[in-house]
Nanobody, 114 residues
């Protein structure tokens, strides 16, 4: 059974930073492409970025480039997104997902406010 548990969200001021974590289980994590998504209130879910096994390829959606970094620790079955210079448009529930699965975790809420 696939499980994805996101954590690390919270309230941060504009310009601040957060690191989100996603611990995965139920599949061979080291062999799996992983994604981060986010969904703001009233909006559709959007892709934040993607990381391939071995970090051989990393993609970030345009609004996140230069501010977010995605990386993974296969020994811990964990994928991270380091979010810097957070902006008022970044608040959302952030989710991770394995590429081939259909399960979603509960996500972690990010709020940006002065």
């Amino acid at each position: 059974q696939v499980q994805l548990v996101e954590s690390g969200g919270g309230l941060v001021q504009p310009g601040g930073s957060l690191r989100l974590s996603c611990v995965a289980s139920g599949f061979t994590f080291s062999a799996q492409v992983m994604h981060w998504y986010r969904q703001a209130e009233g909006k559709e879910r959007e892709l934040v970025g993607t990381i391939y096994p071995g970090e051989t390829f990393i993609y970030l959606s345009a609004p996140m480039r230069g501010r977010f970094v995605i990386y993974r620790d296969d020994a811990k079955n964990t994928v991270y997104v380091q979010m810097n210079n957070l902006k008022p448009e970044d608040p959302a529930v952030y989710y991770c997902k394995d590429h081939t699965g259909s399960s979603w975790g509960r996500g972690t809420q990010v709020t940006v406010s002065a």
